[in-house]
């Protein structure tokens, strides 16, 4: 599920893989494995994860199961 979430989050975040990579303090090639349902280890899935809230999204499990984002309000 976080493959799909990742490919959300960076759209509404406009971010593409380098920066996501920049931000988690990974490469670019652990972004694209991640979207391609790759498995990573879980710290590396966390760290993406960690970035991504930092940058104002939050990952969330939709009511039906399925995958969402959710960006958070700007103060």
Not at 18 to 33: F, P
Request: charged content about 25%; glycine content about 10%.
């Amino acid at each position: 599920m976080i493959d799909l979430q990742c490919k959300m989050a960076r759209a509404a975040l406009g971010l593409g893989v380098r920066d996501l990579a920049a931000l988690a303090r990974v490469s670019t090639d652990t972004i694209a494995r991640l979207e391609r349902g790759e498995k990573l280890k879980p710290a590396t899935i966390m760290a993406i994860a960690a970035a991504l809230e930092t940058a104002g999204l939050s990952l969330r499990r939709m009511v039906n199961g399925g995958p969402g984002v959710r960006l958070r309000m700007k103060e």
